[in-house]
């Protein structure tokens, strides 16, 4: 699961901690899946031979021929590039460029009432490296424009009587107190667009209080010189979502208060008010003007999405994905004073060596039914997911079916394997027809549907059906629940495991449940392919009038 640079590991959870009160036994199971072959699986993936599957390695790509050759092995259709001979492969290669600071300087520099102040990258500020511009040194005034947020359907504009065009704007982090969470964590992460449609060159983020609890700068510093990655498109540029904005960053306090020189509102006071339920503190001009400036390096590898189809029947010309990335996070770079022998490989072994392991066993399984699905099944095992949703992005945007058949799609990522789950989380849920989908195709496994448990963490933007809900498809992503002894496996994993070596086979896993969980999925494809109804917003939804404003919608 994707992990936005600076963000913790986890909150505390929102549901009660409870042991199991069920044992595994007493939970039915459908034999035809297979608790040893969903192991063996993930024992590939996670293996230290394959190095953490990082995107354009050795390991991911030996992980990725595995995956095809399962498929192959299956009869299933190949649904990737189309080779030479006019016929599909498995693979849907992508090219990425991959941008980190090269020597030399990267900084801000702001001009204000009381002269200039030099800031350095990684200390006080934070400046990022442009993908296609090696030497960035961009200068322009300045606009505080509150959080930043710009959406007619809520009604809330932001850049309201502020002129932005051709400035740089500065932006409180996050959204305001009693807002949806996945409504705002979808337009907190779509700042750059709605700054872009205003004109605006760059933006520079601005902790709140509430942010700065839960992303502390000196945490978020950690992240300072990570490279960033982009898919390249036909037209041989790194893909940029708001291409007019030339540069993004973010400031410490003791930066924003040479930001805030002569500013009509201190920043304890833009806090204050940031504080309150629903508060939006209002812009304004700044007397201030920034000079940003990067030095950057980049160089492009290769990664590929596997992707193969079942076809439907009589209902063959809609689509439903399954999804689940394959990437992980590689290596880590030795740091002195490590001990000796110290793993630094992040085998990702919930994270997702279990959701592809997952997607394969139903796929055998759908694949082995006398009677096949209405619709087609696509399985997209993704890469470049811990990168930003990169791969699912890629396909998104260059499917290898018709986009407008493909009606549905379930991710699974980070599956915590770890007790005996009576419930599952589709988060996102409640925002299309996919919510009742679920709950009735897993109720006769005795598991229930359970609301977003954490909705602090805005887990509904952070994995890759988020790239499918921006082009109008419902969409969930399937996790265990935090019922029956959920909530502690889950807080443990996510506060001590998520992201770090120790994510490998050497955890307590409960192998039944994952061949549980396949069950489940296997219910839910199912459900989503065989009905006489495809998956359908709800009226009135945000995200479905957002981006499927003209497709039937359903009553909630």
């Known amino acids: 699961m994707y992990e936005e640079a600076g963000a913790p590991p986890a909150a505390k959870p929102a549901a009660k901690v409870e042991a199991p009160t069920r044992a595994e036994a007493d939970m039915p199971l459908d034999p035809r899946f297979s608790a040893e072959r969903i192991r063996s699986d993930i024992a590939f993936f996670a293996d230290d031979l394959l190095e953490g599957r990082d995107v354009g390695s050795r390991g991911h790509e030996i992980a990725a021929r595995y995956v095809a050759q399962r498929f192959a092995s299956l009869g299933l259709t190949p649904m990737g ?85 051709g400035k740089i704007v500065v932006v409180l982090r996050g959204y305001s107190a009693g807002m949806a969470s996945e409504e705002g964590a979808h337009l907190s992460a779509t700042k750059a667009q709605m700054a872009q449609a205003h004109g605006a060159i760059g933006v520079i983020t601005l902790n709140t209080n509430a942010s700065a609890r839960v992303r502390p700068w000196e945490k978020a510093l950690q992240y300072a010189f990570y490279p960033s990655y982009a898919w390249v498109g036909e037209d041989g540029k790194a893909n940029e979502a708001a291409p007019g904005i030339r540069v993004a960053g973010a400031i410490s306090d003791e930066a924003a208060a040479a930001f805030l020189a002569g500013a009509p509102r201190t920043l304890a006071q833009i806090r204050a008010e940031a504080d309150k339920v629903g508060g939006r503190p209002k812009g304004f001009a700044l007397k201030t003007s920034l000079r940003a400036f990067s030095t950057s390096k980049s160089e492009r590898v290769t990664s590929p999405n596997i992707v193969a189809m079942l076809p439907g029947g009589d209902l063959k010309d809609q689509t439903v994905v399954l999804s689940g990335h394959l990437d992980h996070l590689g290596v880590a770079a030795p740091k002195p004073g490590d001990a000796p022998g110290k793993d630094r490989i992040y085998n990702g072994a919930m994270d997702n060596a279990a959701g592809s392991a997952t997607t394969l066993e139903v796929a055998r399984v759908l694949s082995e039914d006398k009677k096949g699905p209405r619709r087609s099944v696509v399985f997209l095992i993704s890469t470049a997911e811990e990168k930003g949703l990169l791969g699912a992005d890629y396909y998104a945007n260059h499917p290898t079916v018709p986009a407008a058949s493909i009606v549905g799609n379930v991710d699974l990522d980070m599956p915590v394997l770890l007790y005996p789950f009576t419930d599952v989380v589709a988060y996102g849920a409640d925002h299309s027809t996919l919510g009742p989908i679920v709950a009735a195709a897993v109720k006769p496994m005795q598991v229930s549907l359970s609301p977003d448990p954490i909705p602090a963490e805005t887990i509904f933007v952070r994995s890759d059906h988020y790239r499918f809900v921006r082009k109008g498809v419902p969409a969930v992503f399937l996790a265990t629940g935090y019922a029956n002894g959920g909530a502690a496996a889950n807080e443990a994993f996510l506060a001590k495991t998520y992201h770090q070596p120790n994510d490998d086979m050497n955890q307590a896993w409960d192998w039944r449940a994952g061949a549980r969980f396949a069950e489940a999925n296997y219910r839910i494809t199912r459900a989503m392919a065989d009905g006489d109804t495809p998956p359908q917003w709800f009226k009135g939804d945000f995200f479905g009038d957002t981006y499927a404003a003209g497709a039937a919608k359903a009553a909630k």
């Open 81 to 165: 590039d189309i080779g030479p001979d006019g016929k599909r492969g498995w693979l849907q290669r992508i090219t990425f460029q991959k941008t980190s600071y090269a020597d030399g300087p990267a900084g801000m520099e702001i001009t204000g009432p009381a002269g200039k102040t030099t800031f350095e990258h990684g200390k006080q500020v934070m400046v990022s490296a442009s993908a296609n511009e090696p030497k960035l040194d961009i200068a322009a005034p300045l606009v505080f424009v509150g959080y930043g947020i710009d959406n007619d359907l809520l009604g809330i504009n932001d850049y309201k009587g502020l002129d932005v065009k």
